[in-house]
């Protein structure tokens, strides 16, 4: 089992920068791919960014390429998202999630019922 905890995140204005951290407990940290996704208010959940399990392969939301980079540190049982020129349509509740892969597999999943854990989200609001 796998836990997920968020932090990073917070108020910042429009054009600002953020960057969420996601630490995962135990020891088998990379045979998950990561995922990011946010949930705006009277929204669903929808799929931000995700990271194969050795950081080879990124996917995006077309919302956020070249906006926003996903990365992992497999040392640190750690993934980021660095988030750049932030809009207000960016506020949300932005959660990690992990999704176990197969050793060496370079799949990234886009859904979220593909994803095996979930963190409790922390809040980014980008005020205009």
């Known amino acids: 089992q796998v836990q997920l905890v968020e932090s990073g995140g917070g108020l910042v204005q429009a054009g600002g920068s953020l960057r969420l951290s996601c630490a995962a407990s135990g020891r088998t940290f990379s045979t998950y791919a990561m995922g990011w996704f946010r949930q705006a208010p009277g929204k669903e959940r929808e799929f931000v960014a995700a990271?194969?399990?050795?950081?080879?392969?990124?996917y995006y939301a077309d919302s956020v390429k070249g906006r926003f980079t996903i990365s992992r540190d497999n040392a640190k049982n750690t993934v980021y998202l660095q988030m750049n020129s932030l809009k207000p349509e960016d506020t949300a509740v932005y959660y990690c999630a992990a999704d176990r892969r197969p050793y060496q597999s370079i799949f990234i999943a886009t859904t979220p019922d593909e994803y095996d854990y979930w963190g409790q989200g922390t809040q980014v609001t980008v005020s205009s």
């Open positions: 990271i194969s399990l050795g950081g080879g392969n990124t």
